[in-house]
């Protein structure tokens, strides 16, 4: 998972991109980019850290322009390595960057194509590099001096018609303008917005969530529709087309469980919302399992994530909601750190419970979900350590059983712990003395809202298996798990750092800060 952002203003943009991937740091801590355009050239600045780490003073002042872009990750696709860090850049046609949000799957097929057809070089394993170069491909066809919105258009319809999987794209056309683009499902989303300056000349903004957006003091204008592109040229003037043949929406709903900032709204969507109403289907479902009699004295969270779901669920059940962990805030998201000795050891460092909340109380720990159990197994001894007589566990979110290959970085299904195993097989993994899940159904209810009546299905494959693109198998998952389980990803990033890292940064045209 990871955050975009992308600025055509009529003066600097350098504070506003910083600014906005602070507000989008959630979606990836493990590296940050910023790329920006004066008067046809470009200055980037990106490596691996935290968006405050990457950039200091002297950076931000090199980051020339009224045009930009910008991205925070951390790796699905790919490695760790700080020669994957976005943006990416490619010089012909016309100097093209591009952050990308999501994962392509058939992005192997891609690269044979690019390199045997399209006669272009790969110089990572990042999905992304192919994505860009498929789209500098596709506006090459135009063969024109001056690219038209036309030919930024035909050249996300031709991105469409080749690539399978998620993406939520901004790109930058050296010289000519700003383009947002999302996948002909939207998988994953991406919203625009504008505003007015004192001169009544319009600003443009482009981002992953909203909250970017009106930080900054611009207005949310919609959703970018699944398939459609936007482009805003050099004179600040937008355009907008849908260049999918059969766009739907099956926006992730992952989404809305885990990854977005509760005061994100998503396809219209609050997820605020949405996250209080799966704590009610919760609660209704505890009380019909558990009875009137549940035995619970005290709800807690695990924050950050599950806050809003535990305190409609201890309203419902009519019992104590209490803060029973406090934070860390400056450890990273455990199930996406690599390792399991690295994730447990990072739960110990990230919570540290309140012990009087806990001392001789049946406490209920409310998760967003359960994704390989590191984290509630040791959330749960620290419970019991604390004091507490029994501890409870539920998830707002349904069993995770499946590997997510749309850009969310939990791909083995060894890894998973709900994977072929029941609700009391996991309960005895993790301790618990009970366990609970959302149901599906429940959460899909949870999200949807009368206010946006097109929006019914969603991207539920890591609960369900159904892969909303259609072309995922058993072969497919068993060559992804080869390549991402946790001992493939090691060996991957110790060889990157030494052998690509140092020759990565010679782009021409390009300079770097």
Request: with cysteine; proline share 4%.
């Amino acid at each position: 998972m990871c955050g975009v952002v992308g600025i055509a203003g009529k003066s600097p943009v350098n504070q506003l991109l910083y600014d906005a991937l602070t507000m989008l740091q959630h979606r990836g801590q493990d590296a940050a980019g910023i790329i920006t355009c004066h008067e046809g050239r470009l200055y980037l600045r990106k490596d691996n850290g935290m968006v405050r780490d990457v950039f200091h003073t002297r950076h931000m002042r090199a980051l020339l322009g009224n045009y930009g872009i910008a991205h925070v990750r951390y790796p699905t696709a790919g490695s760790s390595s700080s020669a994957e860090a976005q943006p990416f850049y490619v010089n012909s046609p016309y100097g093209i960057s591009l952050a990308h949000n999501g994962n392509l799957t058939n992005a192997d097929e891609l690269k044979q194509d690019l390199f045997q057809t399209d006669f272009r070089h790969i110089n990572t394993d990042s999905d992304s590099e192919v994505l860009l170069n498929i789209f500098a491909h596709e506006m090459q066809k135009s063969r024109k001096v001056q690219p038209t919105e036309e030919d930024v258009f035909n050249a996300v319809a031709g991105v469409h018609e080749r690539c399978r999987g998620a993406y939520g794209v901004v790109a930058l056309i050296t010289g000519y303008g700003l383009v947002g683009f999302r996948d002909p499902l939207g998988i994953r989303p991406l919203i625009y917005g504008s505003r007015e300056t004192e001169n009544g000349e319009k600003e443009y903004i482009i981002a992953s969530e909203s909250v970017a957006i009106i930080s900054l003091g611009f207005k949310v204008e919609r959703d970018i529709e699944p398939g459609e592109a936007i482009f805003i040229d050099r004179d600040g003037k937008l355009f907008t087309k849908q260049c999918a043949k059969n766009p739907q929406y099956r926006p992730c709903i992952f989404e809305y469980v885990y990854f977005a900032r509760p005061d994100a709204t998503l396809d219209g969507i609050s997820v605020y919302k949405a996250r209080l109403k799966m704590g009610e289907k919760l609660a209704h479902k505890i009380l019909r399992e558990w009875g009137e009699e549940h035995d619970i004295d005290v709800v807690m969270p695990i924050p950050d994530t599950s806050r809003t779901s535990a305190v409609e669920l201890a309203n419902i059940l009519g019992v104590k909601f209490r803060e029973g962990f406090m934070k860390n805030r400056y450890i990273g998201r455990t199930f996406i750190m690599p390792g399991q000795q690295q994730r447990k050891k990072s739960v110990r460092q990230k919570l540290n419970p309140v012990e009087i909340e806990f001392k001789d109380k049946n406490v209920l720990l409310v998760d967003d979900s359960i994704v390989r159990g590191t984290t509630c197994e040791e959330i749960i001894q620290m419970a019991r350590d604390a004091g507490a007589k029994k501890v409870f566990f539920a998830s707002a979110a349904p069993m995770v059983t499946h590997p997510n290959v749309y850009g969310i970085d939990m791909p083995v299904r060894s890894e998973l712990i709900a994977s072929g195993r029941s609700v009391d097989e996991i309960c005895e993994i993790i301790g618990a003395d009970r366990l609970i899940f959302q149901d599906l159904d429940d959460l899909k209810e949870a999200v949807k809202t009368r206010k946006v009546p097109h929006l019914q299905e969603f991207d539920c494959s890591v609960f369900d298996g159904q892969y909303v693109t259609g072309d995922i198998d058993d072969t497919y998952l068993k060559r992804l798990e080869e390549s991402r389980n946790d001992s493939a990803k090691k060996k991957k990033d110790n060889y990157i750092d030494v052998n690509v890292d140092a020759a990565s940064v010679d782009l021409t045209g390009l300079r770097e800060v």
